[in-house]
């Protein structure tokens, strides 16, 4: 069964670094998502892509974050200058939605700012 | 925008016993309830969702309900198993496939053998 992959599963980094989250989504999804949990917390929403851009974004998702579908199989979200409190797991969700509701959701990626 | 508030934040039941989750959202335009279960270190999986037009919906063990006058969801699990200990996240949307879930803030699941 196709899944959603996401690379790296671990980044660490230095305040004030710029980082590159990187997500290959279910290859014939048209719907594409960013999602972060802090440890231990609920997950909650950044942004959602579609049709080559941005269709909803968080109060989370300020001028810091951007996204990007760079070719036909990355989906990529960026964090110019990364805090401490941007310390998270972010995950990567597609969806398809001719045929299902359900957004896939990646094994994330662990976001650790030093 | 969406608030879910999501109940009891621990869940601790005997192992064949069943156990109920329940999530409030506040915006009546919200139309897709899924919830998802997430074990330690993995990603959230779709366990069962419903859609605001059906009432209630069951997959085996697992179903869930739905009260839209009264703005919630609750997720039911019987003859519960030990592999069903894991966090349980209710989610809500609004609008269509574009939109994100806004998520309760889950409910840890403990099956006692």
């Known amino acids: 069964e196709p899944e959603v992959t996401q690379t790296p599963s671990h980044q660490v980094t230095q305040m004030g670094q710029e980082v590159i989250l990187r997500c290959v989504p279910i290859?014939?999804?048209?719907?594409f998502y960013w999602y972060r949990q802090i440890l231990g917390q609920k997950v909650e929403f950044l942004v959602s892509?579609?049709?080559?851009?941005?269709?909803?974004k968080s109060e989370i998702f300020d001028d810091q974050f951007s996204v990007e579908r760079p070719d036909g199989s990355n989906f990529t979200l960026k964090i110019r200058s990364t805090k401490l409190e941007d310390s998270a797991m972010y995950f990567c969700?597609?969806?398809?939605?001719?045929?299902?509701?359900?957004?896939?959701f990646g094994p994330g990626t662990r976001l650790t700012v030093l | 925008g969406e608030n879910v508030e999501q109940h009891p934040s621990t869940l601790s039941v005997q192992e064949g016993d069943s156990a109920v989750i329940k999530c409030t959202y506040s915006?009546?335009?919200?139309?897709?309830f899924p919830w998802y279960k997430q074990e330690l270190g993995k990603r959230p999986q779709l366990i069962i969702d419903?859609?605001?037009?059906?009432g209630e919906k069951k997959d085996q063990r697992i179903a869930v309900t739905l009260n839209k006058t009264a703005k919630h969801f609750s997720l039911h699990i019987t003859e519960t198993q030990p592999e069903d200990s894991a966090v349980y996240f209710c989610?809500?949307?609004?609008?269509?496939?574009?939109?994100?879930?806004?998520f309760g803030k889950g409910t840890h699941l403990i099956i006692q053998p």
């Open positions: 989610a809500a949307r609004m609008g269509g496939g574009a939109d994100g879930l806004t």
């Open positions: 892509f579609y049709n080559n851009e941005i269709s909803e």
């Open positions: 419903i859609r605001s037009n059906v």
């Open positions: 969700a597609s969806g398809d939605f001719w045929r299902s509701t359900e957004q896939f």
């Open positions: 915006d009546s335009a919200s139309n897709y």
């Open positions: 290859s014939n999804h048209l719907y």
